[in-house]
C-alpha cells in the first residue's frame, strides 16, 4: 500500500465516513494566503519542479540547512535541478517532521507520484513531475480549478494597484480571487528611512497630498474604500502582540510629524502610534462589514546575518513569547466600546496561549452573527496534525468548533492547497475517534453537517465574499439557522 492512500490518517471507519462522504468533495474557500496575484493572472505555467514546489517554500528551506545542505543548493546560485536534488536527499531526514506528510500528499495530488521520495527515484519524479508541468494542466489557473477553490484572498498592501485582481475576476475563470487589506507598513514610525518612502506611495496612489496625520488617515480610508470597491472584505495585520496603549490624537499628531521630518519614534512612541492606527483601522472594517485577522506571537528575522544576505521571510522566524492576554483583550474591548468591533479572527503562534486565545473571543460574541470573534486555525509552526489538534481541542473546550471557519493556506505556494485536505482529515480523524470512544453521538447527519460547515459552508457565510458559481450541484450542509 502506498504511504498516502484513501484513507491517510484516517483511523476509524466513522472518520473514514465523515472524511469521504462529507469532507472530501466540498470546496475551498482560501480566505489567507500569500500567493502572487500576478502569477494567477497570468495563468503562470511552471518550467520544472523547482520553480513550483521549493521556490520560496522556506519551510522546506529550513529542514534542508538542519540537514546541513550548503546554502547555493537552498538559496544560492545551483541550478534548479541541484536544489531539488538537495531536497531529496533531505526528504527521508525528515520523518516525524509534517514536511514528510506534505511533500508526499503534494507528490500525489499534483502528479500522482505515490512512491516514497529519495535521492535514489529522485531523477525519475523529477522529470514525471516535470513532464506533468509542462503538459499545460497544472498552470495556476488550472491549479485552482483542479483543487475546487471558489475564491482566494491574496495578502495586499494598501498600495497596491490591484490590476491583477480585475483582471481575474473580469473573466470567467470558475474562481474569483480578492484583495485582503494589510498595512503593515503604515506603523513604521519607528524607521522613517522606511515609512517616509511608504507615504510617498500611498499619497500618489490615493491622490491625497499627505501634509499631516489627518491627511494620512484619509489616505488610508481612500485605500480601504478602493479595495472594498474591488470585492475585498477582509483585512490583516502580523503583529508580534496587540497594541492597546492610551494614546490621544494630539500625541499621535505629533509622532506621525516627527516621523515625517525624519526623527524615528521611540519604541514607547512606536506602540502609542500603533494603538491609535489600530484602532481607527478596526472601525474602518466594522464600517464595511469586514473581517479583521490579527496574527499575532512571530518572532522574525532573527538571524542577522542571514537576514542581510538573504533578506525577510528566507526561514529565520520563530514562535515569540510576548504576553498576549490583557492587550488583546483590552484593543477588543475598547472597540467594542465604540460599537467597532468587526467580524474578528484572531491566530496565536505560540501554543501556550491556545486556551487564552480560545477563551477571549468568548468575551466579545455580542449575537449579531454566529461566531463574529473567531480562534484561527493552526498557523505556520501550528499548522501541523499535532498543532491542528491542540487548537481544534482547545477551540471545542471554550467555544463552539462548530462555528469555525476552517483552514486555509496561508502559503506563497501554488503546491500547498493539500494543507485543506490534510486539516479535513485531522478533523475527521479526531471526531471519530471521540465516537469511537462513546464521547460523540454515532450520529452521521449530525457530525456530517458540521464537518460540511468547518470545511466550507461557516466560511461561505461568515465572509460575504462574492464566490464564484459552483462547478457542479452540492448537497447543503445544516446551517443551523
Same mark, same amino acid.
Given at each position: 500500500?502506498?504511504?498516502?492512500?484513501?484513507?491517510?490518517?484516517?483511523?476509524?471507519?466513522?472518520?473514514?465516513?465523515?472524511?469521504?462522504?462529507?469532507?472530501?468533495?466540498?470546496?475551498?474557500?482560501?480566505?489567507?494566503?500569500?500567493?502572487?496575484?500576478?502569477?494567477?493572472?497570468?495563468?503562470?505555467?511552471?518550467?520544472?519542479?523547482?520553480?513550483?514546489?521549493?521556490?520560496?517554500?522556506?519551510?522546506?528551506?529550513?529542514?534542508?540547512?538542519?540537514?546541513?545542505?550548503?546554502?547555493?543548493?537552498?538559496?544560492?546560485?545551483?541550478?534548479?535541478?541541484?536544489?531539488?536534488?538537495?531536497?531529496?536527499?533531505?526528504?527521508?531526514?525528515?520523518?516525524?517532521?509534517?514536511?514528510?506528510?506534505?511533500?508526499?500528499?503534494?507528490?500525489?495530488?499534483?502528479?500522482?507520484?505515490?512512491?516514497?521520495?529519495?535521492?535514489?527515484?529522485?531523477?525519475?519524479?523529477?522529470?514525471?513531475?516535470?513532464?506533468?508541468?509542462?503538459?499545460?494542466?497544472?498552470?495556476?489557473?488550472?491549479?485552482?480549478?483542479?483543487?475546487?477553490?471558489?475564491?482566494?484572498?491574496?495578502?495586499?498592501?494598501?498600495?497596491?494597484?490591484?490590476?491583477?485582481?480585475?483582471?481575474?475576476?473580469?473573466?470567467?475563470?470558475?474562481?474569483?480571487?480578492?484583495?485582503?487589506?494589510?498595512?503593515?507598513?503604515?506603523?513604521?514610525?519607528?524607521?522613517?528611512?522606511?515609512?517616509?518612502?511608504?507615504?510617498?506611495?500611498?499619497?500618489?496612489?490615493?491622490?491625497?497630498?499627505?501634509?499631516? *496625520?489627518?491627511?494620512? $488617515? +484619509?489616505? %488610508?480610508? !481612500?485605500? &480601504?474604500?478602493?479595495?472594498?470597491?474591488?470585492?475585498?472584505? =477582509?483585512?490583516?495585520?502580523?503583529?508580534?502582540?496587540?497594541?492597546?496603549?492610551?494614546?490621544?490624537?494630539?500625541?499621535?499628531?505629533?509622532?506621525?510629524?516627527?516621523?515625517?521630518?525624519?526623527?524615528?519614534?521611540?519604541?514607547?512612541?512606536?506602540?502609542?502610534?500603533?494603538?491609535?492606527?489600530?484602532?481607527?483601522?478596526?472601525?474602518?472594517?466594522?464600517?464595511?462589514?469586514?473581517?479583521?485577522?490579527?496574527?499575532?506571537?512571530?518572532?522574525?528575522?532573527?538571524?542577522?546575518?542571514?537576514?542581510?544576505?538573504?533578506?525577510?521571510?528566507?526561514?529565520?522566524?520563530?514562535?515569540?513569547?510576548?504576553?498576549?492576554?490583557?492587550? *488583546?483583550?483590552?484593543? $477588543? +474591548?475598547? %472597540?467594542? !466600546?465604540? &460599537?467597532?468591533?468587526?467580524?474578528?479572527?484572531?491566530?496565536? =503562534?505560540?501554543?501556550?496561549?491556545?486556551?487564552?486565545?480560545?477563551?477571549?473571543?468568548?468575551?466579545?460574541?455580542?449575537?449579531?452573527?454566529?461566531?463574529?470573534?473567531?480562534?484561527?486555525?493552526?498557523?505556520?509552526?501550528?499548522?501541523?496534525?499535532?498543532?491542528?489538534?491542540?487548537?481544534?481541542?482547545?477551540?471545542?473546550?471554550?467555544?463552539?468548533?462548530?462555528?469555525?471557519?476552517?483552514?486555509?493556506?496561508?502559503?506563497?505556494?501554488?503546491?500547498?492547497?493539500?494543507?485543506?485536505?490534510?486539516?479535513?482529515?485531522?478533523?475527521?480523524?479526531?471526531?471519530?475517534?471521540?465516537?469511537?470512544?462513546?464521547?460523540?453521538?454515532?450520529?452521521?447527519?449530525? $457530525?456530517?453537517?458540521?464537518?460540511?460547515?468547518?470545511?466550507?459552508?461557516?466560511?461561505?457565510?461568515?465572509?460575504?465574499?462574492?464566490?464564484?458559481?459552483?462547478?457542479?450541484?452540492?448537497?447543503?450542509?445544516?446551517?443551523?439557522?
Amino acid at each position: 500500500m502506498e504511504f498516502v492512500h484513501d484513507d491517510f490518517l484516517l483511523h476509524s471507519e466513522v472518520a473514514r465516513r465523515l472524511y469521504h462522504d462529507y469532507a472530501e468533495t466540498e470546496p475551498i474557500l482560501d480566505y489567507h494566503s500569500h500567493l502572487s496575484p500576478a502569477d494567477i493572472a497570468n495563468d503562470r505555467c511552471f518550467k520544472n519542479l523547482f520553480e513550483i514546489w521549493l521556490e520560496g517554500d522556506h519551510y522546506k528551506w529550513r529542514a534542508m540547512r538542519t540537514n546541513g545542505v550548503p546554502e547555493r543548493f537552498v538559496t544560492g546560485n545551483a541550478s534548479p535541478h541541484e536544489k531539488f536534488l538537495a531536497w531529496a536527499r533531505t526528504a527521508p531526514f525528515t520523518l516525524r517532521n509534517p514536511l514528510y506528510h506534505w511533500t508526499h500528499l503534494e507528490l500525489k495530488r499534483y502528479f500522482g507520484i505515490g512512491e516514497l521520495l529519495t535521492e535514489t527515484n529522485a531523477q525519475s519524479v523529477w522529470e514525471r513531475a516535470n513532464a506533468e508541468l509542462t503538459s499545460g494542466g497544472l498552470t495556476t489557473q488550472g491549479i485552482l480549478r483542479k483543487f475546487k477553490v471558489r475564491a482566494l484572498c491574496t495578502t495586499d498592501d494598501p498600495c497596491d494597484d490591484l490590476a491583477h485582481h480585475r483582471k481575474i475576476n473580469a473573466s470567467n475563470l470558475g474562481f474569483r480571487v480578492y484583495p485582503t487589506y494589510r498595512p503593515d507598513k503604515a506603523f513604521l514610525v519607528g524607521d522613517p528611512t522606511a515609512f517616509h518612502p511608504w507615504v510617498g506611495r500611498l499619497q500618489k496612489v490615493s491622490g491625497i497630498d499627505i501634509a499631516s *496625520l489627518r491627511d494620512f $488617515l +484619509d489616505a %488610508l480610508k !481612500q485605500r &480601504h474604500d478602493f479595495f472594498h470597491e474591488q470585492g475585498g472584505r =477582509l483585512s490583516d495585520h502580523g503583529l508580534s502582540h496587540c497594541f492597546a496603549v492610551p494614546c490621544t490624537e494630539s500625541q499621535a499628531v505629533a509622532i506621525f510629524a516627527q516621523a515625517r521630518s525624519g526623527q524615528a519614534a521611540s519604541p514607547v512612541e512606536q506602540e502609542q502610534f500603533a494603538s491609535f492606527l489600530m484602532l481607527f483601522l478596526g472601525a474602518l472594517d466594522a464600517q464595511k462589514g469586514w473581517t479583521k485577522q490579527l496574527h499575532l506571537g512571530a518572532l522574525r528575522s532573527m538571524n542577522t546575518r542571514a537576514l542581510c544576505e538573504l533578506g525577510p521571510d528566507t526561514g529565520f522566524d520563530s514562535i515569540g513569547d510576548w504576553p498576549q492576554a490583557s492587550a *488583546l483583550c483590552t484593543y $477588543l +474591548d475598547r %472597540l467594542e !466600546q465604540e &460599537h467597532a468591533l468587526p467580524k474578528t479572527i484572531i491566530y496565536n =503562534l505560540n501554543p501556550a496561549d491556545n486556551y487564552v486565545f480560545a477563551t477571549a473571543i468568548g468575551n466579545f460574541q455580542d449575537g449579531s452573527i454566529a461566531g463574529k470573534i473567531q480562534y484561527g486555525s493552526g498557523w505556520w509552526f501550528l499548522d501541523q496534525k499535532e498543532a491542528m489538534e491542540w487548537q481544534i481541542n482547545a477551540l471545542s473546550n471554550a467555544g463552539l468548533l462548530s462555528r469555525f471557519v476552517g483552514m486555509l493556506t496561508d502559503s506563497r505556494s501554488f503546491m500547498s492547497f493539500p494543507r485543506h485536505e490534510y486539516f479535513r482529515r485531522v478533523l475527521c480523524n479526531l471526531l471519530g475517534d471521540d465516537v469511537e470512544k462513546g464521547e460523540l453521538p454515532h450520529d452521521e447527519f449530525l $457530525l456530517g453537517s458540521m464537518v460540511r460547515n468547518i470545511c466550507f459552508g461557516n466560511a461561505e457565510r461568515y465572509f460575504g465574499l462574492a464566490l464564484a458559481p459552483a462547478a457542479e450541484p452540492r448537497t447543503e450542509a445544516v446551517t443551523g439557522r
